[in-house]
């Protein structure tokens, strides 16, 4: 067998949503599947590299060896997770959907419907795991973000990229038919730190994964 250039790396992958408790009964969340980041620790499993998986809520199954999967439900439980997975990570590649913000004030008891009247929804910002990254990555680890458009892509991902001191960031768009949440295919552009940027036709999830994979492998030390 070759030797993969991910033999033996640690890789973080994020995956899913982030549920956001509003009372025991109620979350915000949103229509991540967690299929993106699973196939992403797959193709790296196979690999061979040591893949760290942190995930919200999602039904998807992992059953390969080098999958070490942490659960969280809340982003502040995946930041945390993450923040201690990438300590000693040759590279994070953050696919998950989290929730940028939460209830100020979740509830213990369920929140009664009073006839007639408004709820309002005090929130506050939830940390941003990709920026945090991007502050504390040293020199050889590699920092892969998502960004998921509506409208005016490239100019939103590109912000994305340097904000949070990716080196390259995934492009996929809600208005690509088949592309986005829980589709099982996702229609992407990698865009480069150094601006060089790929378009690539629609494809399966497992096939998106190997594409990105090998953009990480080229990076890797
Ligand atoms: O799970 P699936 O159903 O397969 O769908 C896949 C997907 C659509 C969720 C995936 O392909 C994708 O686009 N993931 C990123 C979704 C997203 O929240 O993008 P964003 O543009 O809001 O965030 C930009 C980047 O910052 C992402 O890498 C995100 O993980 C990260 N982020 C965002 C907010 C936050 N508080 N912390 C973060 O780390």
């Known amino acids: 067998m070759t030797q993969s250039k991910l033999s033996g790396k640690k890789i973080v992958i994020t995956a899913g949503p982030t549920y956001e408790k509003i009372d025991p009964v109620r979350f915000i969340g949103n229509y991540s599947s967690g299929k993106m980041g699973f ?3 797959n193709v790296c499993a196979e690999q061979g590299a040591e893949v760290t998986l942190i995930t919200g809520p999602v039904s998807q199954k992992t059953t390969h060896p080098n999958i070490k999967r942490i659960d969280v439900e809340s982003a502040e439980a995946m930041y945390q997770a993450a923040l201690t997975a990438f300590t000693d990570a040759d590279a994070a590649i953050l696919s998950a ?12 008891t369920k929140i009664k419907r009073e ?18 990254l991007g502050c504390i990555k040293k020199e050889k680890q590699i920092l892969v973000g998502f960004a998921l458009e509506t409208d005016d892509e490239a100019h939103h991902a590109q912000d994305k ?9 995934v492009l996929n768009s809600l208005r690509d038919k088949g592309a986005g949440f829980s589709h099982d295919t996702n229609k992407i552009t990698i865009i480069h730190k150094s601006g060089e940027s790929v378009a690539y036709p629609l494809k399966s999830k497992q096939e998106v994964a190997a594409d990105i994979v090998n953009q990480l492998a080229l990076l890797l030390q």
């Open 39 to 41: 196939a992403l620790a």
């Open 161 to 169: 990229l340097k904000r949070k001191n990716l080196d390259f960031i």
């Open 97 to 108: 959907a989290v929730a940028d913000f939460r209830p100020a004030s979740p509830m213990d």
């Open 115 to 132: 006839s007639g009247q408004e709820l309002t929804l005090h929130l506050l910002p939830n940390p941003d795991i990709a920026a945090a």
